[in-house]
Nanobody, 125 residues
Framework: QVQLVESGGGLVQAGGSLRLSCAAS????????MGWFRQAPGKEREFVAAITGKGGSTSYADSVKGRSTISRDNAKNTMYLQMNSLKPEDTAVYYC??????????????????WGQGTQVTVSS
């Protein structure tokens, strides 16, 4: 069982930056591939970025590629999402998720086993 807690969301102007964090419980954090998803009002949850258990491989949605960086610190049981050049369309609740397969990235939310409660990101124009 893994418990995930997101933090770092907030209100920011367009062009600004935010760093989201996802803190995980347990001693086996590195055995989970991790992902970030987001859900805007009236829209389906969508993939943002993912990283393998040891951090050797990452993947990004086209909508954030070049503006965001996913990383993890397994010694601190924490994953991060650095988001730069934020746009109003980035406004959403951001969720972190854990997958019980360390070496494989998935873009599909149904392939993740544990979820955090979400953190709100609002980008004003």
């Amino acid at each position: 069982q893994v418990q995930l807690v997101e933090s770092g969301g907030g209100l920011v102007q367009a062009g600004g930056s935010l760093r989201l964090s996802c803190a995980a419980s347990g001693r086996t954090f590195s055995t989970y591939a991790m992902g970030w998803f987001r859900q805007a009002p009236g829209k389906e949850r969508e993939f943002v970025a993912a990283i393998t258990g040891k951090g050797g491989s990452t993947s990004y949605a086209d909508s954030v590629k070049g503006r965001s960086t996913i990383s993890r610190d397994n010694a601190k049981n924490t994953m991060y999402l650095q988001m730069n050049s934020l746009k109003p369309e980035d406004t959403a609740v951001y969720y972190c998720a854990a997958r019980r397969v360390s070496y494989s990235i998935s873009y599909k939310s149904e392939n993740y086993d544990y979820w955090g409660q979400g953190t709100q990101v609002t980008v004003s124009s």
